[in-house]
């Protein structure tokens, strides 16, 4: 491990973690002259950034109930969010979408305002917030539906992450860079636990990978958290950029999360890099669950400790290992509940063995391997499940995601969109596909796409696909 000091470094500055906890103490003095309390509820949309996190730390030492919302999300539903949860303030930066009478603090006035102030306080604290039943409160996605406030308490989140950060082996003397927003799970996890273990963060702008490369090769990154996505541009780049390559000359680790991975990628970056895709398996709700990891880089590796996993039947009947069936977790570090329409937090039955949706099996070491939602379609007498047929061509070199239509004769048409930069016609795939699938899994139409389109958490949008089918 070699001496080094932790810095939190973005595009604009560079500062030590001790630098950057004084200024953060300054913003938590400015937040509580904003009447901003303990236990009050707050609203934070941003984009990440050095202020971002700044802020973020300052409302977690004042001990406010964060409402995260994605810096992306349309004017109307961050009004309806506002009102469902009662915020007291909201802050924001300039290019925040808002709705008009929302009268929110922007971040660079904090920061601004707090410039020659001197921290009343001799540490930063996440203890009061830890305390909190609410003292986070983020939306899922909204893939497959309306989006959902899902409460955690501050302790359980850190202790969560204490968990992930001992499976995965975080050290102080790693760099990390997380391509991810900050305002969801995956994101605001790396943040944290680059405080829990006081290693360094680099805030990299993630929808632009070509410049996050350059200050990770400036900052000595060491771990990068992203998408399936952004690892296949990453690839891109070095491939037609060699000189790229050395930019990650340090990195020890990259680590995967949000949305399926599929086999060929995660050979491809051994063959480039000589280092495996690490894939984790979690979710809003429940939390991290479980890690592949350097010592054991197979599929979503093991549970965490303290946490424990089953595959169970449709009966709810655990079965061994190598079946599938859908993924169930008995964890301590599930949701509080969710927020009501009134605003008032419905406490979840979240002790115990919980359903997650998920179709996966576990091997005979333990290791989690997740296949898809358990989300099944009805075709000529056979029952589907498209991210089964998904990953099965995927790992054959045929990156899809299917969306099914009704279709009265056969009870389910198939849509079949492949992601292909080259573009090759549908024609082609189709004859891949064909090859690869018995006939009742076989696409009833097949489209190309470029690039999937994306939604804020990085993963296939199956609604705007769903919009696309529709109209091919």
């Not at 943040?191 to 000595?220: K, N």
Request: charged share 25%; proline share 6%; hydrophobic share 40%.
């Amino acid at each position: 491990m070699r001496p080094m000091t932790a810095k939190i470094c973005a595009a604009d500055s560079v500062r030590t973690i001790d630098e950057f906890e004084q200024d953060a103490l300054r913003v938590a003095g400015a937040i509580r002259e904003r009447g901003v309390g303990l236990g009050d509820r707050v609203m934070l949309k941003a984009g990440n950034s050095a202020s971002y996190v700044c802020v973020l730390y300052a409302l977690m030492h004042v001990g406010a109930s964060i409402v995260l919302v994605d810096q992306q999300e349309h004017q109307e539903e961050t009004r309806r969010i506002a009102v469902r949860t009662g915020v007291k303030v909201t802050f924001v930066d300039d290019d925040t979408p808002i709705y008009p009478d929302a009268d929110p603090v922007h971040l660079y006035e904090l920061m601004v305002a707090v410039a020659d102030h001197q921290p009343t306080e001799p540490a930063l604290s996440f203890d009061a917030w830890g305390d909190l039943p609410d003292g986070l409160i983020m939306w899922t996605s909204g893939s497959t539906g309306s989006p959902k406030g899902v409460v955690k308490s501050g302790a359980s989140f850190l202790r969560n992450l204490r968990r992930n950060a001992d499976q995965v082996g975080h050290r102080s003397d790693d760099v990390l860079m997380p391509l991810l927003p900050f305002a969801h799970q995956y994101g605001l996890s790396m943040v944290l636990i680059a405080w829990l273990t006081r290693c360094s963060l680099v805030i990299a702008p993630y929808r632009r990978l070509d410049r996050a490369l350059r200050m990770g090769r400036d900052a000595g990154v060491t771990v990068i958290d992203a998408t399936p996505s952004s690892y296949r541009s990453i690839l891109s780049l070095v491939t037609r950029k060699s000189s790229l390559r050395g930019h990650l000359a340090d990195v020890r680790m990259f680590c995967v999360g949000a949305a399926p991975l599929d086999a060929p990628l995660v050979e491809q970056y051994r063959t480039e890099f000589g280092l495996p895709l690490l894939d984790s398996y979690g979710s809003t709700e429940l939390g991290n669950i479980s890690f592949a990891t350097l010592d054991n880089p197979v599929a979503c590796g093991r549970a965490m400790e303290g946490i424990r996993l089953r595959i169970v039947d449709e009966d709810r009947r655990e079965l061994p290992a190598g079946q599938t069936g859908e993924i169930e977790v008995d964890t301590p570090d599930a949701l509080e509940g969710q927020v009501a329409d009134d605003g008032t937090i419905v406490p979840a039955d979240a002790t115990g063995w919980q359903a997650t949706g998920d179709l996966g099996h576990l091997d005979a070491g333990g290791n989690l391997h997740v296949l898809g939602r358990k989300f099944a379609v009805h075709r000529m007498g056979y029952t589907l499940y498209p991210e089964l047929i998904e990953r099965k061509v995927a790992a054959e070199g045929c990156p899809t995601r299917i969306v099914p239509l009704p279709d009265e004769l056969r009870g389910s048409q198939l849509v079949f969109f492949v992601e292909d930069e080259d573009m090759r016609d549908a024609g082609h795939w189709r004859e891949r596909l064909c090859d690869l699938l018995p006939v009742y899994e076989q696409p009833n139409k097949v489209v190309v796409l470029e690039r999937f389109p994306l939604n804020r958490n990085g993963k296939a949008d199956k609604k705007a696909l769903a919009v696309l089918a529709a109209q091919v």
